[in-house]
């Protein structure tokens, strides 16, 4: 076998969830739920996201063992086509995050909006992906967010795309079902 090979079969899997249908997160929340279930270890760290008690998958934290969540980002919204400073600085100390979070080599990590924090700048595309070549064999990493970019789609050994199909004209996000 080559050593890029070998290499590989030294790395987590990666699952990647992009498009604009919604249950991204959710389907990433969901695999969190069932390997907390069978005892592993679970971390999520959410890009873009400062709301705390208000989204049920950080509200739940202090009631799972063996599920941990942590969040980088301000209350609101980020403007995607103008994010500020803070916005890269929260983003950024979510990757450094990451980093320290690998030496504990959980079962699964969960990078949540990681997927558009690179789209619109406020992360490195090429750093991520170093940040993925570094994950452990033992664990599997979940990339979750709106228009990924072809760096982290190639990256990624899995690739699942969200498409709506139908739905209302405006979308709301509904308590207990969206967040």
């Known amino acids: 076998m080559s050593r890029k090979g070998l290499q590989l079969l030294k790395m987590g899997k990666v699952y990647l969830w992009t498009g604009n249908g919604w249950g991204k997160t959710t389907s990433a929340i969901g ?59 929260l983003a950024q100390k979510g990757l450094e995050f990451a980093y320290t979070i690998l030496k504990k080599k959980p079962f699964m990590l969960i990078l949540d909006e990681i997927n ?38 190639k990256r990624a050994d899995y690739v699942n795309e969200i498409r709506m199909l139908k739905g209302p004209k405006k979308l709301i996000g509904e308590r207990g079902i969206d967040y």
């Open 31 to 89: 695999a969190a739920i069932r390997a907390a279930g069978h005892g592993y270890k679970v971390i999520i760290i959410q890009f873009m996201k400062g709301w705390g008690d208000r989204i049920g998958e950080y509200k739940i934290r202090k009631k799972l063992k063996n599920y941990d969540i942590y969040q980088f980002g301000r209350k609101g919204w980020v403007n995607v086509k103008k994010p500020t400073a803070k916005d890269k600085e």
């Open 116 to 153: 558009l924090a690179v789209r619109i700048g406020l992360l490195d595309e090429k750093e991520v992906v170093k940040f993925l070549n570094k994950v452990p064999a033992k664990t599997t990493v979940y990339l979750t967010g709106r228009n990924a970019t072809p760096g982290l789609k």
